[in-house]
């Protein structure tokens, strides 16, 4: 569904993004790991043009983007296919819950407003936040935000949902009820992109996870291979430092969520 090929991006004379290839199919929800600082912000927002790529290329289906000389149109069409979920929730502070997820509904994909009102509520219903409609990102605590945050993305129902680190912002007990909504959406086979370092979650909800460090993929694999034969001496050190015991205390803490 979506082939990325030799993704470059440097920032002055910082190569961040050093040529990263990655294929998705449809359904797939892939994790993607890395040392902060190794270029998993920049390769997201890349790929949704928010903060564009140097060079390489986006295969979207039969939309195929060459990254240096991609038109206006070129980044409209392929952003309708995208959703996002930003770190810090980017929720407009003077809108409620409701018009949070409404506006992309209306303005962006031009749906009349009493459908719009609709599909919005049903995407609060999903994420457990129906009775909050009418909250304001301020009266919502950060873990509800990044619920809004998410109904906001799967309202548009897009073909693609990138997720850049959507639970490290929240307080621990909040993370799980987070961490349900992604599970429950890739239940219902919702193409996702995933970057978190809930290893846990990783293990358990992706069909791919991907390592990055230093602007290259370094290793990638199903999640079991993945954690528990990883080849390479980066990702063997990436994974060292996460003691076994605090994965196996985390383990699937996200499914004692209350959201349902
Ligand atoms: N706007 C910018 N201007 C200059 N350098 C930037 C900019 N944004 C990111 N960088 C640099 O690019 C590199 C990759 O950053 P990026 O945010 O993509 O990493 P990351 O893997 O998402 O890290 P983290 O896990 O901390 O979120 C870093 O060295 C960062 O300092
Ligand atoms: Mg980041």
Do not use: C, W
Request: cysteine-free.
């Amino acid at each position: 569904m979506l082939t990325v090929k030799n993704f470059k991006k440097k920032y002055h004379q910082h190569e961040v993004l050093k040529g990263i290839d990655m294929t998705i199919e449809k359904g797939d929800v892939v994790a993607l790991l890395g040392p902060s600082g190794s270029g998993k912000t920049t390769f997201l927002r890349g790929l949704a043009f928010l903060t564009p790529g140097d060079s390489g290329n986006i295969i979207f289906d039969d939309q195929k983007i060459d990254i240096q000389s991609a038109t206006a149109n070129d980044i409209k069409q392929l952003r309708q296919k995208m959703g996002f979920v930003f770190q810090n929730f980017n929720l407009f502070a003077n809108k409620t819950a409701l018009q949070n997820v409404e506006e992309g509904l209306v303005i962006g994909h031009k749906i009349p407003k009493a459908e719009a009102k609709q599909i919005a509520q049903e995407a609060l219903k999903k994420v457990g936040l129906l009775e909050f409609s009418d909250h304001f990102p301020s009266q919502l605590s950060g873990g509800q935000a990044q619920r809004v945050g998410i109904a906001r993305a799967a309202a548009l129902n897009p073909e693609i949902i990138l997720l850049d680190e959507p639970t490290s912002a929240l307080d621990p007990e909040l993370v799980a009820d987070v961490l349900q909504v992604i599970k429950q959406l890739a239940d219902e086979g919702k193409t996702m992109i995933v970057v978190t370092h809930e290893m846990a979650f990783a293990r358990d909800v992706a069909d791919k996870v991907v390592f990055m460090d230093r602007g290259l993929v370094v290793e990638q694999n199903e999640p079991a291979e993945f954690f528990d034969h990883p080849k390479s001496p980066r990702l063997k050190e990436f994974l060292s430092r996460i003691s076994a015991a605090s994965v196996a205390n985390n383990s699937f803490e996200y499914e004692k969520s209350s959201v349902n």
